[in-house]
């Protein structure tokens, strides 16, 4: 049986008190930070990081700069955190797929478990499956019906090899039974853009990238790929309900460091991101882009990642998949 992050342990164990620790004796920080994001602007991650960022740095006292470094299915914004002075000025806001999927499925130099410490979870997503507005398939089922009928003609987008989306929908092909075929972009901004251009025939695409797409009529949201219906969406079955019994395939983006920062400036990181990610207006905008703050303690994220391996790896070693 697949092992299930319990959210709501998560988020009760988010409402800690929101007091920030002391400053460290060095006055840590003492200059701008600089947040990575291994995609491009416009997509899910990026707007979390944007969504966060402004009041993070105000509860710091130093402006946290978001630097876009996409490409590698986010690995080279990892390696540059990695690489980067452990002082708690360079941190990244992480995918499951950066943490836990690339080391399972490519050659990587350096390791997210050993190179890469917990700050705190950040946000809780979900996908949708989505197809453009012209096609003619109104839900799940219909869709696995298409790709049986013409097996390698549908093509679906993803954000990034390794990603949530990308596991998705390979995942998605092999509990279906179908063969597609995926087609990589840079960013889910980008995946938005061919979806609506049709370009391609479906994607299990970020809400923060399609979600107002669909609710202006221009693509169509047939699922979404949990247990559990979203909030956001609640007249959308999962998918689990139309065609594919079983299927879940959460996310969520969290902070980290590079092995080796101080524990005094880990503490006062994640100190300000609970201070962030509690505030009004900051969780209002990340619903309007299909996220939830979901801030944890370091040990929280650490216990998450733990779970996410334990999922991940049985099904990336029967399924073999590996990226060269």
Not at 23 to 40: E, K
Not at 179 to 193: D, F, K, M, W
Not at 208 to 219: D, F
Request: aromatic letters at 4%; a neutral charge.
């Amino acid at each position: 049986m697949i092992e299930r992050i319990n959210r709501r342990a998560l988020l009760a164990a988010a409402a800690a008190p929101l007091a920030l620790p002391a400053l460290a004796q060095d006055g840590f920080p003492n200059r701008p930070l600089r947040l990575l994001v291994g995609y491009t602007p416009g997509g899910a991650v990026d707007i979390a990081a944007r969504s966060f960022s402004p009041k993070m740095g105000e509860a710091l006292g130093q402006p946290v700069v978001v630097e876009n470094k996409p490409g590698a299915g986010s690995n080279i914004a990892s390696e540059i955190a990695v690489r980067s002075p452990a002082d708690g000025h360079t941190i990244l806001l992480a995918t499951i797929g950066a943490l836990v999927i690339s080391p399972m499925v490519m050659r990587l130099s350096f390791d997210p478990q050993s190179d890469l410490v917990p700050v705190s979870m950040a946000v809780d997503l979900f996908n949708i499956l989505v197809v453009p507005a012209d096609r003619p398939w109104r839900n799940t089922a219909e869709l696995i019906a298409a790709a049986k009928a013409e097996p390698g003609r549908l093509s679906y987008g993803h954000s990034g090899i390794a990603g949530g989306p990308h596991l998705a929908g390979l995942l998605f092909d092999r509990m279906a039974g179908i063969e597609t075929i995926p087609v990589s972009y840079r960013g889910g901004a980008l995946v938005a853009t061919d979806l609506l251009s049709g370009r391609i025939d479906y994607s299990f695409a970020t809400a923060a990238s399609v979600l107002p797409h669909v609710q202006a009529g221009r693509l169509r949201a047939l699922a979404v790929p949990t247990i559990q219906r979203s909030r956001l969406l609640p007249d959308v079955p999962t998918d689990a309900e139309s065609g594919v019994p079983g299927f879940d395939v959460p996310g969520w983006y969290a902070v980290v460091a590079p092995r080796g920062t101080p524990d005094a400036a880990i503490e006062r990181l994640g100190g300000a991101m609970r201070v962030a990610l509690d505030d009004a207006e900051v969780k209002a905008s990340l619903n309007r882009s299909g996220l939830e703050a979901m801030p944890t303690t370091p040990a929280g994220l650490a216990e998450a990642w733990a779970a996410e391996r334990t999922k991940w790896e049985p099904i990336i070693r029967e399924s073999g998949i590996r990226i060269e």
